[in-house]
Nanobody, 125 residues
Framework: QLQLVESGGGWVQTGGSLRLSCAAS????????MGWFRQASGKEREFVAA????????NYADSVKGRFTISRENGKNTVDLQMNSLKPEDTAVYYC??????????????????WGQGTQVTVSS
C-alpha cells in the first residue's frame, strides 16, 4: 500500500505562482512513476504532468506546458508541481497519483493505482 498526501494548494491571483507537494508513505521502497491530475467543478479529471521513477522523463498537458514543472526527490519520497503564470482556468482540485511497480510515466488516469485526497487551487481574475 502507498499513501499519498498533497499540500500547497490555496488561492492566488492571475499570474501568480503556487508549489504543490505530494508526500508518499507506506510501501515507498518500491519503484513508482508519479503524476498530477486535476478536476475542475463539473468536469472530468484530466492529466496535468507526469514523471518517471528516475525523474529523467517528464510530460505535460499542452495547457500547462511552459508554465508548470514537475520534479521529484526519491530520497524524501516527494513529488512537487511548480505552477507559474497561473490562470483562472487552472482552478481545480489537484491530485497526485502513483503507478506502484511501474517506472515509466503515463498520462492516462487508468494507469495509476494510488491517489491522494486532493488539494484545492483557486486562481482569481
Amino acid at each position: 500500500q502507498l499513501q499519498l498526501v498533497e499540500s500547497g494548494g490555496g488561492w492566488v491571483q492571475t499570474g501568480g505562482s503556487l508549489r504543490l507537494s505530494c508526500a508518499a508513505s507506506g510501501r515507498t521502497w518500491g519503484s513508482y512513476a508519479m503524476g498530477w491530475f486535476r478536476q475542475a467543478s463539473g468536469k472530468e479529471r484530466e492529466f496535468v504532468a507526469a514523471i518517471s521513477w528516475s525523474g529523467s522523463t517528464t510530460n505535460y498537458a499542452d495547457s500547462v506546458k511552459g508554465r508548470f514543472t514537475i520534479s521529484r526527490e526519491n530520497g524524501k519520497n516527494t513529488v512537487d508541481l511548480q505552477m507559474n503564470s497561473l490562470k483562472p482556468e487552472d482552478t481545480a482540485v489537484y491530485y497526485c497519483a502513483a503507478r506502484l511497480g511501474r517506472t515509466a510515466l503515463a498520462m492516462s488516469r487508468n494507469e495509476y493505482n494510488y491517489w491522494g485526497q486532493g488539494t484545492q487551487v483557486t486562481v482569481s481574475s
